[in-house]
């Protein structure tokens, strides 16, 4: 009966919400899911999710490739390295 009234409690309740996902939003949870969903095939909103929270953590490097029609990256100046830089 006191577990009930508690659950009520905002203060328990968001501690109870902040240890759940303290528990559950490790790597080694997200790389699980990854493979359970790889194995049991599509499913679009968890792999954008997981998408999403691994940019979040930079656990994935993106490449960029970056060219110049006219003149090598090694020629250009910095201010016209960083304007390339923004483009992308």
Do not use: W
Not at 22 to 42: H, P, W, Y
Not at 78 to 84: F, K, Q, R, V
Request: hydrophobic share 40%.
């Amino acid at each position: 009966m006191a577990g009930s009234r508690l659950i009520r409690n905002d203060k328990i309740l968001a501690r109870i919400n902040a240890l759940m996902l303290e528990q559950f939003n490790t790597d080694a949870m997200f790389d699980s899911k990854i493979l359970e969903i790889a194995l049991r095939g599509k499913d679009s909103d968890a792999l954008n999710a997981i998408k999403h929270r691994n940019d979040l953590k930079q656990r994935i490097t993106k490449k960029v490739e970056m060219t110049t029609i006219d003149r090598p990256l090694a020629h250009l100046s910095d201010t016209e390295l960083e304007e390339l830089v923004k483009s992308t």
